[in-house]
C-alpha cells in the first residue's frame, strides 16, 4: 500500500513571503501521480498541482511550484509571494497509474498572516 | 462549470438511525467516491464506484454501504449510525480512463453529527 506523510501540521508565513510544505511518500511502483490540493476554511477542496513521475521537469501553476524527488520520494509544495487567500489546509496525495482513488496525508494547515 | 453537489451541509442525527448521504455529479465522469476526513488523519476513502451498479472497498469501509443506480449519483448509507461516525463526509468524481488525469473534483462536504 501506498503512504502518504506529512511532517508540518501546521505553519505559517508572512504575506509576500515564500512558504515550504513537505511531503513524502512510499511505494513501489515507478509510475504514478502526485497532487497538491487546498481546501480554504469552509470551502471545497481544489487541485494545486499535479505531478507525473515519468516527467523529470518539476510543474509550476503561477506561484506554486513543486520540488519533485523521484528517488528520496518527496514532492514538496512552493508557495511565493504568499497571499492572506492561500490560507487553507494543504494535502499532498498520491495515485497510481492504474489506479483510482487518491491516498491523502493528514495535511498541512497553513496560514498566512498580514 | 464543474459541479458535484452534496445533498446536506449539515446533518444531526441519533445513534442507531439509518443516514444517507447523496452526491451528484453533472460531468458525466464515471468514477465517484467517498471520503472520510478527520482532524489528524486527513482524508480517508470509504468506498468507490468505477461505473454504474459497481463498487469497491476503501480503506474504512466497515460500517458503511453505498449505491450507484445512476452514474450522476452516488449514495452513502450508515445503517445504524453510531457516534464514532461523527465526520465530514466528501464526495468527489473523477473521468474515467483513457482521459482519468488523477484529478477529483470535490463537493463542499457534510457534516454529519450522531448523538
Known amino acids: 500500500a501506498q503512504t502518504v506523510t506529512q511532517s508540518q501540521p501546521e505553519m505559517s508565513v508572512q504575506e509576500a513571503e515564500t512558504v515550504t510544505l513537505s511531503c513524502t511518500y512510499d511505494?513501489?511502483?515507478?509510475?504514478?501521480?502526485l497532487f497538491w490540493y487546498k481546501q480554504p476554511p469552509s470551502r471545497q477542496m481544489i487541485l494545486v498541482i499535479r505531478?507525473?513521475?515519468?516527467?523529470?521537469q518539476n510543474a509550476t501553476e503561477n506561484r506554486f511550484s513543486v520540488n519533485f524527488q523521484k528517488a528520496a520520494k518527496s514532492f514538496s509544495l512552493k508557495i511565493s509571494d504568499s497571499q492572506l487567500g492561500d490560507t487553507a489546509m494543504y494535502f499532498c496525495?498520491?495515485?497510481?497509474?492504474?489506479?483510482?482513488?487518491?491516498?491523502f496525508g493528514k495535511g498541512t494547515s497553513l496560514l498566512v498572516t498580514p | 462549470d464543474v459541479k458535484v453537489t452534496q445533498s446536506s451541509r449539515y446533518l444531526v442525527k441519533r445513534t442507531g438511525e439509518k443516514v444517507f448521504l447523496e452526491c451528484v455529479q453533472d460531468?458525466?465522469?464515471?468514477?465517484m467516491f467517498w471520503y472520510r476526513q478527520d482532524p489528524g488523519l486527513g482524508l480517508r476513502l470509504i468506498y468507490f464506484?468505477?461505473?454504474?451498479?459497481?463498487?469497491e472497498k476503501g480503506d474504512i469501509p466497515e460500517g458503511y454501504s453505498v449505491s450507484r443506480e445512476k452514474k450522476e449519483r452516488f449514495s452513502l448509507i450508515l445503517e445504524s449510525a453510531s457516534t464514532n461516525q461523527t465526520s465530514m463526509y466528501l464526495c468527489?468524481?473523477?473521468?474515467?480512463?483513457?482521459?482519468?488525469?488523477?484529478?477529483?473534483?470535490f463537493g463542499e462536504g457534510s457534516r454529519l453529527t450522531v448523538l
Open positions: 468527489a468524481s473523477s473521468p474515467g480512463s483513457p482521459i482519468n488525469t488523477g484529478e477529483l473534483f
Open positions: 511505494t513501489s511502483e515507478n509510475n504514478y501521480y
Open positions: 505531478q507525473e513521475a515519468y516527467k523529470q
Open positions: 496525495a498520491f495515485m497510481t497509474v492504474a489506479g483510482y482513488a487518491l491516498n
Open positions: 460531468m458525466d465522469h464515471e468514477n
Open positions: 464506484s468505477y461505473d454504474v451498479k459497481m463498487k
